[in-house]
């Protein structure tokens, strides 16, 4: 009798599930079936299959980085990852390649008055450099406005917090407005004060062109931090084609703009400047109406509390650090540049906007670690194993990018200068630099990908720190050699800054105890033992 019920018992049974196979399924020797989850870790693996807001090549890069390594061992695991990392890193580009909008915007408004302006008048050309520091370098340190937008959205939504989400993307977007409202304010009132430190009191009709430029333009400082703060929003939800119509958009109306008001009216670097302006303006409302367009209430503001500051300046502060060492680098650059007259800062001029143009291609390899990285460092759904190998993936395309990069981006100065400028004498001072600008542009992506590691797993007080002590040394260099007038010697100090943070980013992230290979890196509890 009781074997009748054990035999009615197991025809009753209901059959084990049978998992969907993949090529890692295919790599694996046969085995035992591994044990049914409990029905928690069940409904985890269920939401985790269906992420929101995701299609098209966001898809297919979630599921490439899902699969990879699935065993979640450091044996097994690494090699079937290996055996598809080439399927990854196409998965990556696929995703991380419209994204390029976000950053490509800014570079490709002042390079298009560069090469407009350039046509017309060395004098303008040279004013253009103070003018795009005054404008586009102060923007790159509200990047901690997007740094904080796209951590903080990406985690709520991926805790299906939709409410909160709308809340943080209103506090961000008023924090936005107010510094972009203050920003303008500051253009209105210090502005010429500002450029005449920077480029010294006797370069009257230099300063003039640059002020004209930087006046303009400062009426989009609201529009373009409200901007900047709705472009992060769209990549927390995993939405990188927003940017890229944006970019479409205020790219044409610059160019058309520029060739209109600078050649056929004679306008100008201020017709440069006004071309720039409304192109941004019309990129920011694009990014708000994108994010309408998704359910959210782009055009809501919400001012924050003190706690909510203080959550804001926990993630934001490092990161402001880090950009404003950066920016103040680059700036610095210029300045030398400013003491070895009008011929040798128009090339520096060029070369400095051929470079922003070039390196802004390896941010979105950044903005995808800080996308996918948390949940593998620290998330619930926590896999050291397909973080390294999603590492190795971004290094190989920011290797591959910087390649490609230096070999264009050299290749046009040198061979096609009239591009930019048809003054020789500017042209012979822009070969001068070719080497480190080279050296520049190969080490440039690879740096996004290791910064951007860096910011997923927050180990922003070492980033922070690392920036620090690379600007220190390399503003001492520059101001050493200030003196002598050497404009290739600023851009070897360049080399250095930049090959010194890739080398500091990629020692901290290989270390036996960082984050890719500790999994309590990042734990309060493991923090507050070790400062013990």
């Given at each position: 009798m009781s074997a009748h019920l054990r035999l009615l018992s197991a025809a009753h049974r209901p059959p084990a599930p049978?998992?969907?196979?993949t090529s890692l399924h295919r790599l694996r020797l046969p085995g035992p079936p591994p044990p049914r989850p409990p029905p928690a870790a069940r409904l985890r693996l269920l939401l985790l299959l269906r992420p929101p807001r995701l299609g098209g090549s966001q898809a297919r890069f979630a599921r490439a980085v899902r699969c990879a390594g699935e065993d979640g061992g450091d044996g097994d695991g690494d090699a079937a990852a290996g055996a598809g990392i080439w399927e990854q890193v196409r998965d990556i580009v696929v995703f991380a390649g419209p994204a390029l909008g976000l950053w490509i915007c800014g570079p490709l408004m002042s390079l298009i008055d560069t090469m407009v302006i350039g046509q017309t008048s060395?004098?303008?050309?040279?004013?253009l450099g103070?003018?795009?520091?005054?404008c586009d370098y102060l923007s790159y340190i509200f990047m901690f406005l997007s740094v904080a937008t796209s951590n903080m959205v990406a985690t709520s939504l991926a805790k299906k917090d939709e409410e909160l989400a709308q809340h943080q993307v209103s506090m961000l977007l008023f924090l936005a407005l107010a510094c972009g409202i203050g920003m303008f304010l500051f253009t209105k009132v210090f502005g010429t004060q500002v450029l005449t430190a920077f480029t010294g009191s006797g370069n009257y009709e230099l300063i003039s062109s640059a002020n004209t430029y930087a006046q303009i333009r400062g009426f989009a400082w609201p529009a373009v931090l409200v901007g900047l703060v709705a472009q992060s929003a769209s990549l927390g939800m995993k939405?990188?084609?927003?940017?890229?119509?944006?970019l479409a958009a205020a790219s044409v109306i610059n160019g058309v703009g520029d060739i209109f008001l600078c050649s056929v009216c004679g306008y100008g670097i201020a017709g440069a400047a006004w071309a720039t302006m409304v192109s941004q303006a019309v990129a920011a409302f694009m990014m708000m109406q994108n994010l309408s367009n998704k359910g959210f209430r782009a055009f809501s503001f919400t001012i924050p509390s003190v706690r909510e500051l203080l959550q804001i300046f926990e993630i934001a502060a490092p990161v402001f650090v880090t950009m404003t060492s950066k920016v103040a680098f680059y700036a610095l650059l210029t300045y030398s540049a400013t003491s070895m007259g009008a011929i040798t800062l128009a090339a520096h001029q060029v070369m400095i906007n051929v470079l922003c143009m070039c390196t802004v291609w390896g941010e979105p390899l950044s903005q995808t670690a800080q996308s996918f990285m948390p949940e593998l460092i620290y998330g619930a759904n926590q896999n050291l194993t397909k973080a390294r190998m999603l590492l190795k993936s971004l290094v190989i395309i920011g290797a591959i990018t910087g390649l490609t990069l230096g070999a264009v981006g050299t290749l046009v100065p040198w061979l096609f200068p009239s591009v930019?400028?048809?003054?020789?004498?500017?042209?012979?001072?822009?070969h001068r630099v070719l080497a480190p600008y080279f050296s520049v542009l190969l080490v440039t992506p690879s740096i996004h990908c290791l910064e951007g590691t860096l910011l997923a797993g927050r180990d922003?007080?070492?980033?922070?720190?690392?920036m620090g002590v690379c600007f220190s040394i390399g503003t001492l260099l520059l101001m050493l050699l200030r003196n002598k007038g050497s404009l290739p010697g600023c851009w070897w100090i360049l080399?250095?800054?930049?090959?010194?943070?890739?080398?500091?980013?990629?020692?901290?992230l290989i270390s036996p105890t960082g984050m890719l290979f500790n999994k309590n890196f990042n734990q309060a509890e493991y923090i507050e033992a070790k400062a013990t």
């Open positions: 049978v998992s969907a196979p060395a004098l303008q050309l040279a004013a103070p003018g795009t520091v005054f939405d990188s084609w927003g940017p890229l119509k944006a930019f400028t048809n003054d020789q004498m500017v042209v012979q001072q822009m922003l007080r070492y980033l922070s720190q690392s080399v250095l800054f930049q090959w010194s943070r890739f080398g500091s980013a990629l020692l901290r």
